[in-house]
């Protein structure tokens, strides 16, 4: 049984699915209909069109299906064997009673804006038709409701004109906004921490033969942030080659893939062999690079030093929050200033980018952290705002630094760290090669297609729960 993930997902263009069969593995993904509750047990099926567009391939996901009993009792409001509901508010709520006798409250205007008719809602893009300036909240109501099965009938009265449309009980269901449903959502995004210094470690082997195995290190790296996988063969292709399993490599300023390994004149302080304190990287773009893979193909015996170090960004700010709040909401309000400027270069670069270190969503959630001395411009705010924010910088440097979250990792030959550069902040130990080699390769996947893999994986090989946040500035 599935939870709180989307009933019907309409996806063009998968790239990277893989299953055992090579028909799956080839074939373009048109909806995905997954049970959402506990009063779903039909089956649903994953529709994939293969080459032949005229032989559907279909994989079901419940074993134990059976046949739906449909009942329409008409009362003072109307039940179907899933729910109850019941027109209030002069047609501006519906309230829906579920099995459980719980209670959810719709709005008329949401459920008109999420009417899955035809008019409304294109079938195979799942694109809504709506105009929104043909809608006045304030003129529609409700002026008739019934459940038919598992499907909410809805007329609307919109002042001019009435629209009879559907929603289906399932939307309702996953997508309910009482303050109870929020607060479900909201633990079940909620981030993990590891325990023990342990870095989870995954096999390459068993990533590339298996969705399972690949669901299970995408769920390490969604819910602690980094893993370790090994065995990656030892030739400058193939992190490319591993990464483009999930999804397309995402280009940087330095190309599709990037060489650390040292360099008597760097171009990024990476290059160079001093010390290398926490930051993310590609800071100063709106959106920084997602999930960076880093693949050792040498450190040899010989270097002294020249670990990976990692810290939890999103735990250490919560930690800021609990015991210096006022600093936490200073590095929320006043912004910094990201810079990479080099013209001196065969691609030449000015860049800037202005936001705060922390962002927090309407329910004061943090989602997303920028921590990058190394790339900070000089501070451009307010007077009144440069010592507090120098203050708290100055704090969360100091916790970042102490965290229990902050790990240590030599990295061996054929092992790759993946980790979303998004939350977690890394850097390295200063090293001497003493007459050996340091040499890593490294490139990186978008963060929402790497989540986007993450919930995919979930609902067919998992449990359907939703990908926990990712620090992609998403509200949810």
């Not at 027109?87 to 999420?114: C, F, K």
């Not at 993310?280 to 709106?286: A, G, K, P, V």
Request: hydrophobic share 35%.
């Amino acid at each position: 049984m599935f939870s709180s993930a989307a009933k019907v997902l309409h996806l063009f263009g998968c790239r990277g699915a893989r299953s055992t069969s090579s028909r799956f593995r080839a074939a373009r993904v048109d909806a995905i209909q997954v049970p959402t509750s506990d009063f779903h047990e039909r089956t649903s099926s994953l529709v994939i069109r293969g080459d032949d567009e005229n032989r559907p391939v279909v994989r079901n996901f419940s074993a134990s299906a059976r046949a739906s009993q449909h009942t329409v009792l008409q009362l003072d409001g109307t039940q179907s064997q899933n729910a109850t509901i019941e027109v209030q508010d002069d047609g501006r709520i519906l309230e829906v009673t579920w099995r459980d006798n719980t209670h959810s409250r719709y709005h008329g205007i949401w459920l008109r804006h999420n009417c899955q008719c035809s008019d409304c809602k294109q079938a195979f893009s799942g694109q809504s038709l709506i105009e929104v300036s043909e809608i006045d909240p304030s003129q529609l109501k409700i002026s008739n409701a019934k459940l038919i099965d598992d499907m909410l009938e809805v007329e609307w009265d919109e002042g001019q004109t009435v629209h009879h449309g559907k929603v289906p009980i399932h939307l309702l269901h996953e997508n309910c906004y009482s303050e109870e449903a929020r607060r479900r959502r909201k633990d079940e995004s909620r981030i993990k921490q590891l325990h023990g210094g342990v870095i989870p470690r995954h096999c390459y082997h068993d990533i590339v033969k298996s969705d399972t195995a690949m669901l299970s290190w995408l769920q390490s790296i969604n819910d602690y942030g980094l893993a370790v996988v090994t065995d990656i063969p030892l030739h400058e292709g193939a992190v490319v080659e591993f990464a483009e399993l999930v999804s397309p490599v995402q280009f940087g300023i330095y190309g599709k893939t990037y060489d650390i390994k040292y360099n008597p004149e760097p171009i990024n302080i990476a290059y160079s062999s001093v010390p290398l304190g926490f930051h993310t990287d590609y800071i100063y773009l709106e959106a920084p690079l997602g999930v960076h893979l880093l693949h050792c193909l040498r450190f040899d015996p010989e270097v002294k030093g020249g670990e990976s170090i990692f810290v939890d960004a999103f735990l250490v700010a919560e930690e800021l929050r609990e015991k210096h709040p006022d600093h936490f909401e200073t590095l929320v309000r006043v912004p910094a200033t990201f810079q990479k400027i080099h013209v001196d270069r065969d691609f030449p670069v000015y860049m800037k980018f202005q936001t705060p270190t922390i962002t927090v969503n309407h329910e004061k959630e943090i989602v997303a952290v920028r921590w990058g001395p190394y790339f900070e411009a000089p501070l451009q705010v307010a007077e009144e705002d440069v010592l507090p924010y120098y203050q708290a910088q100055h704090v969360f440097g100091k916790l970042l630094q102490q965290s229990e979250t902050r790990l240590k990792y030599r990295l061996q030959p054929g092992e790759c760290v993946t980790f979303n550069n998004r939350r977690l902040l890394h850097g390295r130990e200063g090293f001497t090669l003493n007459g050996g080699m340091r040499f890593f390769k490294g490139c990186y996947l978008n963060i929402d297609e790497v989540k986007s893999k993450t919930q995919l994986l979930m609902i067919t090989e998992g449990t359907g729960k939703l990908a926990k946040r990712v620090g992609n500035h998403c509200f949810l």
